[in-house]
């Protein structure tokens, strides 16, 4: 589907091939893949298995290949609209995050309740730690 829909939105850019790799797989067989590729030129890998695999995947992919990498999440759902995005004014004040937890409670709330407070914790850590280091 997100072959079709880039083609028909994009004619002048060249989609080259998508992987969907089922569940399971290892990192290996993702870098094979991206391998048969490595003479294009202007590639760009987009890669979108969820948060903080994708992200792990893309920095592979990236030190293997050092082309352009960028993991974009739910941005092919919203693309092909299997998910809906947030409406306008939540997404405008940063409160996209409740909605797909909203819709996704199952998946999403280790992800947003747990993860947020870790973030929010190193964040402070850090500040703290180079504020006091500094003799601030």
């Given at each position: 589907k997100i072959e079709n829909l880039f083609n028909h939105n994009y004619p002048n850019q060249k989609f080259f091939?998508?992987?969907?790799?089922?569940?399971?797989?290892?990192?290996?067989?993702?870098?094979?893949y991206v391998d048969t590729?490595?003479?294009?030129?202007?590639?760009?890998?987009?890669?979108?298995?969820?948060?903080?695999?994708?992200?792990?995947?893309?920095s592979k992919v990236f030190e293997r290949t050092q082309k352009n990498t960028i993991a974009i999440g739910a941005a092919?759902?919203?693309?092909t609209g299997t998910l809906r995005e947030a409406p306008k004014i939540l997404r405008n004040h940063g409160w996209e995050w409740l909605y797909r937890l909203y819709l996704e409670p199952k998946r999403l709330w280790k992800?947003?309740?747990?993860?947020?407070?870790?973030?929010v914790g190193?964040?402070?850590?850090?500040?703290?730690?180079y504020h006091f280091s500094r003799g601030e």
């Open positions: 091939s998508s992987l969907s790799p089922k569940f399971g797989f290892n990192l290996n067989e993702i870098l094979d590729f490595h003479e294009e030129k202007n590639l760009v890998y987009w890669i979108a298995l969820g948060s903080p695999l994708q992200d792990y995947i893309a092919v759902d919203f693309f992800r947003y309740v747990i993860g947020n407070f870790i973030f190193i964040v402070i850590y850090q500040f703290v730690h």
